[in-house]
């Protein structure tokens, strides 16, 4: 490979690599505002200028390709000086909001104002005034003092979201962005550019004034809105979430998530509909009751029945552990009917990120052995429970009673309806024993998405039982994690667990011997149960996952 010298460094570089990718690629940052790895070049913050020997004047290291043998210098004196001029002329005009900006603690103009700053200003005159609150489209609030008009917004939505959006007008220090006039900036993809700002300029109104950043930790996760499995950051302050951010991840979502995704997928953790507690039916009505109580009653109840009189419907929310473990007590019950519903949303999918399917893990349901629920088998489903074949239906993680209405007509037919969810929804209405079930920011697992790679979610929230427990595991490993669980002290925590932890209590309490203290216990039987999960382990998954399936997957609809 061919070879530049960078600040006395001897480096290699692909051929048609500019300066700042091959300084990247070795683990060099070189300062930048306009760049961005996935936008096209456009030259104008000239933040990263850098010496090269044998040129005349300073060049700009995000335009400039390396060549074989190339001296380069980002911190010589005349690179530092330009440097530094770049910041004194950008902060002539920028206000001094740090203090109420939300920006702040992840603001590149901050950040290099602490390393390239004079630390005073020079300038004595008024500073330029721009409109503060524009509402720039409905999830957008723009600061048009804040602007540092690098393009990478305009970029954004011209070469990522395609919808053209956003464009500069006005001349000198007067230049804003601003949309065509009467359109909003509302594609679906929007809030990326909140990500992608280097500055507080444009900011998630859903987020806007919720924390400051360093107040919150964050976790490794997986966006639960579609089949695409985007990869993901958690933001947690007091046990709530406040925000999610993406995770790059190339071969998922690359940067970028969608804006329903990134606002649509959290609230209910936190919301007053949480289920808090087991409870039972008694006398009609739910009573709360211990664990040690509603398990025993589910078990003792399940063991009346024969396996042709239950039917056990699993989830495409649930994890791959989840619906293992409902699958063995399956098994363990003799039932033959175990399947899942697909929630498919006919034509909601794009060329970008959005897939139709709107569960994180139907791919890993059916791997795992659950049958996709097909017209056929949800007509035998509603006959054998007419003719009264079937008597007890046993739901984890869905709402299939709000999917599925005649089961509504048919519930008084059932004589046991055992439900496991996180929110209150129409199934948990029917529900005669109804266990709490830990959300996706609340448990160890995996998920599989639509290209066929499993990636794993990790608890940011605690729960009563994470609290108490910390899911099992030793404190090193969930240092490894980087989760700083003293934060999650504070806050209101739930009482729910994990579906596959209140089936292995199950199934425990019908005679099965069987000892998992962790999802990752559960996962290892996997791996070595299930054919495409051979050889895998949570190590080897890791923060981006690993595909097990060659080929993209096609839903049966
Ligand atoms: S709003 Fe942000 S991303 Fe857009 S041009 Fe201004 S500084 Fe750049
Ligand atoms: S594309 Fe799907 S997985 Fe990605 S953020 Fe949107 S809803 Fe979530």
């Known amino acids: 490979m061919p070879k530049i010298i960078l600040d006395g460094k001897e480096i290699e570089f692909k051929p048609g690599q500019t300066i700042i990718e091959a300084a990247r690629d070795a683990g060099i940052d070189i300062p930048h505002f306009c760049w961005h790895p996935k936008l096209s070049v456009s030259g104008n913050c000239r933040m990263c200028l850098v010496e090269v020997e044998q040129m005349p004047k300073l060049v700009i290291s995000c335009a400039t390709l390396a060549s074989e043998g190339m001296v380069v210098h980002t911190s010589s004196p005349k690179a530092v000086e330009a440097r530094n001029a770049v910041m ?27 390393a390239h700053g004079r630390g005073e200003s020079r300038f004595e005159e008024m500073k330029v005034r721009k409109e503060k609150r524009i509402q720039l489209g409905p999830y957008i609030k723009f600061d048009a003092e804040r602007c540092i008009l690098c393009s990478r917004c305009i970029r954004f939505t011209d070469e990522i979201a395609k919808s053209h959006q ?9 230049v804003t962005i601003t949309t065509f006039p009467g359109e909003s900036f509302d594609n679906p993809y929007t809030l990326n550019t909140t990500d992608i700002c280097p500055v507080g300029a444009l900011t998630n109104q859903d987020f806007r004034f919720k924390a400051r950043v360093w107040e919150m930790s964050k976790t490794n996760s997986i966006c639960i809105g579609c089949a695409r499995g985007c990869n993901i950051e958690i933001w947690v302050r007091n046990n709530q979430i406040l925000r999610l951010t993406p995770r790059y991840n190339e071969d998922v979502n690359s940067y970028w998530m969608c804006d329903n995704g990134r606002l ?4 209910f953790v936190n919301s007053d509909s949480r289920i808090d507690g087991p409870f039972v039916r008694r006398n009609g009505l739910l009573e709360k009751v211990s664990w040690e109580e509603a398990l025993s009653e589910a078990s003792n109840k399940l063991k009346k029945y024969k396996g042709n009189e239950i039917a056990f419907i699993g989830s495409a929310y649930a994890t791959n552990e989840d619906n293992f473990m409902f699958i063995k007590l399956a098994k363990l019950l003799d039932v033959k009917k175990v399947m899942f519903a697909r929630h498919i ?8 990120l959005i897939r139709e399917d709107k569960t994180p893990n139907s791919l890993g349901a059916e791997l795992i052995g659950l049958m996709p629920i097909n017209e056929n088998l949800l007509n035998e489903l509603f006959e054998e429970i007419s003719t009264g074949k079937i008597k007890v239906l046993y739901i984890i993680e869905d709402d299939i009673f709000g999917k599925y209405e005649n089961l509504k007509e ?5 004589e046991l309806i055992i439900v496991h969810a996180t929110n209150k929804n129409i199934t948990t209405e029917f529900a005669d024993i109804l266990f709490p079930a830990s959300t996706y920011a609340e448990k160890h697992g995996t998920f599989v ?4 790679r499993v990636q794993r979610i990790r608890p940011a929230v605690a729960t009563v039982e994470l609290d108490r427990a910390l899911d099992g595991m030793s404190m090193s490993r969930w240092d490894k994690f980087g989760t700083p669980f003293d934060r999650w002290m504070q806050g209101k925590k739930y009482d729910a667990k994990p579906s596959w932890k209140i089936l292995t209590s199950i199934s425990t309490k019908l005679g099965l011997k069987i000892k998992y203290e962790m999802a990752e216990d559960v996962f290892e039987d996997i ?7 051979k050889g895998l382990d949570y190590d080897l998954i890791s923060n981006n996952g ?12």
């Open 345 to 352: 949303k006919e034509g909601d999918q794009d060329d970008i």
């Open 264 to 267: 649509n997928t959290f609230k």
């Open 88 to 114: 004194e002329f950008l902060l002539i005009n920028h206000p001094l909001d740090c203090p109420i900006c939300d920006e702040a603690g992840e603001c590149k103009l901050q950040e290099y104002a602490y």
């Open 166 to 174: 956003l464009t500069f007008i006005k001349r000198g220090d007067k």
């Open 546 to 557: 690993i595909k097990i399936k060659n080929k993209a997957y096609e839903y049966i609809k």
């Open 410 to 414: 048919l519930a008084k037919k059932l």
């Open 449 to 452: 998405n639509f290209q066929g």
């Open 527 to 533: 791996a070595n149960t299930i054919d495409e999960f």
